[in-house]
């Protein structure tokens, strides 16, 4: 029956990592018995590829078209990678699948191989995210940071070309799926650069009244432990209202019945740190999602909005980009 049934078209963004992705998801669905047609789709964070992230005004901008492509039914599904995926979405849109998982922690990657312990504390490391630029002030606050836009291959041509730049940090994930890990100098521990919540993991998206595509996704590609971890991510950033434009990081792991979920909100300037951890038994996504709007509230209770409202204030640093 599945062999008579129409491909199932797939949206995403059109980056070699965007397909990279799609491309792995289309082989879960494959083995599953489904054929696919891949369709890339330009996002308003393609189409402004110098504008800093911080600087775009959207929650979705790695998301919106592809939304509307699959509200319009212009595609059957989307993928993306889960950091991009704003925590609330259209009422018409929901998450059919938590897919593979790869190393969610950071990456210093130099012009030859660099060590963390080795970085000067007068360094320029480039990054495109408020969430990385924060914590590097925060663990070396003489370090200059300049804003990086791009996809993985652009931002690696731009450390090539810029002698005077020391390092730029990157998702290990990215650079792992892209068959570039020998680039990386130390995958950044948690403790160090805590990673942005969902960093690693897919996620499918499917219309919330196509129950036929959500079943086919979630049997072909779910992996209930990852989906698990990551629901506590992702309401930790939901109840402190975060995107990809706040510095906001979270990573969950568990440790036999019980999920330890580390948060952290960090004012741009680094000086200022919210951190804190809570760990508890974790049977489902829901469980997993009430630790992490606990360990919001506490963060919160700690003076984490007070940092959150001076970032949405429009108070962002300058661009420093030569």
């Known amino acids: 029956m599945s062999a008579l049934a129409p491909p199932l078209r797939i949206g995403t963004r059109g980056s070699a990592l ?49 939304d509307d492509a699959l509200i319009q039914r212009r595609i059957d599904l989307a993928v993306h990678s889960l950091k991009d995926l704003p925590t609330q979405l259209p009422a018409e849109i929901a998450i059919g699948a938590i897919g593979p998982r790869e190393d969610p922690r950071d990456a210093l990657v130099g ?55 020391n390092a730029v940090v990157l998702a290990t994930a990215g650079l792992v799926r892209l068959g570039l890990d020998s680039r990386i ?86 000086e200022i740190m919210i951190d804190g951890q809570e760990t508890s038994a974790t049977a489902d996504e829901a469980e997993a999602a009430a630790l992490g709007t606990a360990l919001a509230e506490r963060l919160l209770a700690e003076g984490a909005g007070a940092i959150l409202s001076d970032v949405r204030s429009g108070a962002l640093p300058a661009v420093s980009e030569p």
Request: charged share 25%.
């Open 185 to 270: 100098g130390e995958r950044l521990p948690v403790e160090l650069m805590l990673p942005a919540p969902g960093q690693g993991a897919l996620a499918v998206t499917v219309r919330t009244d196509d129950g036929a595509v959500a079943d086919a996704v979630r049997r072909a590609v779910h992996e209930p432990e990852v989906a698990v971890a990551v629901a506590a991510e992702r309401a930790f950033l939901r109840r402190l209202e975060g995107g990809c434009q706040v510095p906001v990081a979270a990573f969950a792991e568990r440790s036999g019945p019980k999920l330890r979920l580390q948060g952290r909100v960090v004012s741009l300037d680094g």
């Open 111 to 165: 012009r030859a191989p660099l060590r963390w312990q080795d970085l000067p504390e007068t360094a320029v490391v480039a990054t495109s995210s408020l969430r990385r630029r924060a914590q590097l002030l925060h663990l070396k606050p003489k370090i200059r940071v300049i804003d990086l836009r791009g996809n993985v291959g652009t931002r690696l041509a731009k450390l090539d070309a810029h002698p005077e730049w």
């Open 18 to 66: 965007a397909l990279w992705q799609t491309e792995r998801i289309r082989e879960l669905l494959r083995r599953a018995g489904r054929d696919t047609q891949l369709i890339a789709i330009k996002t308003t964070g393609d189409l402004a590829p110098e504008v800093p992230l911080g600087r775009l005004g959207s929650r979705a901008i790695f998301t919106k078209q592809i």
